[in-house]
Nanobody
Framework: QAQLVESGGGSVQAGGSLRLSCPVSRASFSMGWFRQPPGKEREGVATIDSSGSVAYADSVKGRFTISKDNGQKTLYLQMTSLKPDDTAMYYC????????????????WGQGTQVTVSS
């Protein structure tokens, strides 16, 4: 069983940066970040598999970076050039097999951390 607890959320002004963190359950798991904006469905943001291959939603490409430190057993999401549209609850996700930014499905989910970007 994976225990996922996100940290690093907060309130920033547009153009600012934040870094989200989440413990890595097992190095063999695929992991990722999803978000749920107010009043909308949860959507994929970025994923990273056990080999280090990454995928990003078009809306965050060039601004967000997902990375995994297997030594520190931590998953990160570095977010820069934040926009008000990035305001959402951000969730860490893990799956022993596969994660996709296009499919809102994972075996394990964190409780979420709020990111609020003001204009």
């Amino acid at each position: 069983q994976a225990q996922l607890v996100e940290s690093g959320g907060g309130s920033v002004q547009a153009g600012g940066s934040l870094r989200l963190s989440c413990p890595v359950s097992r190095a063999s798991f695929s992991m990722g970040w999803f978000r749920q904006p107010p009043g909308k469905e949860r959507e994929g943001v970025a994923t990273i598999d056990s080999s280090g291959s990454v995928a990003y939603a078009d809306s965050v490409k060039g601004r967000f970076t997902i990375s995994k430190d297997n030594g520190q057993k931590t998953l990160y999401l570095q977010m820069t050039s934040l926009k008000p549209d990035d305001t959402a609850m951000y969730y860490c996700a893990a799956d022993p097999y596969y994660l996709s930014i296009y499919v809102n499905r994972a075996q394990y989910w964190g409780q979420g951390t709020q990111v609020t970007v003001s204009s």
